[in-house]
């Protein structure tokens, strides 16, 4: 017999440290979602992204209330989605790295731009261009649903960046 959902009790051995080991055993691609607000580039490397529906066509990504992209992803209302190849852990630490500059923040890594005006990184083996359809309460995230207003696969053989308990890796 299995208990009501409100009648089971939070184990008290799970903390915040034993939560991120468990958890860091689910391994991501890494991508680096992107919006334009009033002609300036925001950009941040995000993993915890996930396809949600096929009809329609769903996305999510967790925002960090913290972070300077949910304020301008918020207030665009559009945002881009460059899944990065194994080859860019470049980018994966820049736009991860906290405070750098937004002014000519794209500039050291080539990019093109499609329907949302949102930067994409050329170096990516796929691209996703989304509208925010909702957004919901995620704790210290933002749930941000995006409607797919364009996807377009890059190389067919691009090797994605893959991210497991803290580090990068490749499929061997
Ligand atoms: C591999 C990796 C994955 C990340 N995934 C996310 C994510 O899914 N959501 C998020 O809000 N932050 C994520 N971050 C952290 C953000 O990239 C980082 O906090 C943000 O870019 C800081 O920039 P800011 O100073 O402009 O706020 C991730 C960082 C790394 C290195």
Do not use: N
């Amino acid at each position: 017999m299995s208990l009501p959902a409100e009648a089971v009790p939070p184990d008290p051995t799970v903390d915040a440290a034993a939560y991120r080991r468990a958890v860091g055993h689910f391994a991501s691609g890494v991508t680096v979602c992107t919006s334009r607000v009033g002609g300036t580039d925001h950009a941040m490397t995000a993993s915890a992204f996930t396809s949600v529906s096929l009809d329609p066509l769903l996305v999510l990504v967790c925002v960090d209330k913290e972070a300077r992209f949910r304020d301008a992803v918020l207030e665009s209302g559009t945002w881009a989605v460059s899944i990065l190849p194994s080859t860019d852990r470049r980018a994966a630490d820049w736009f991860a790295m906290k405070g750098r500059p937004l002014i000519g923040q794209m500039d050291r890594f080539p990019h093109h731009r499609g329907v949302t005006g949102a930067p994409l990184l050329d170096s990516a083996v796929a691209w996703l261009e989304c509208r925010t359809q909702a957004v919901y309460d995620g704790g210290d995230h933002d749930i941000v649903l995006g409607a797919v207003l364009a996807a377009v696969e890059g190389d067919r053989d691009g090797v994605p960046l893959v991210h497991h308990r803290g580090r990068y890796g490749r499929f061997a």
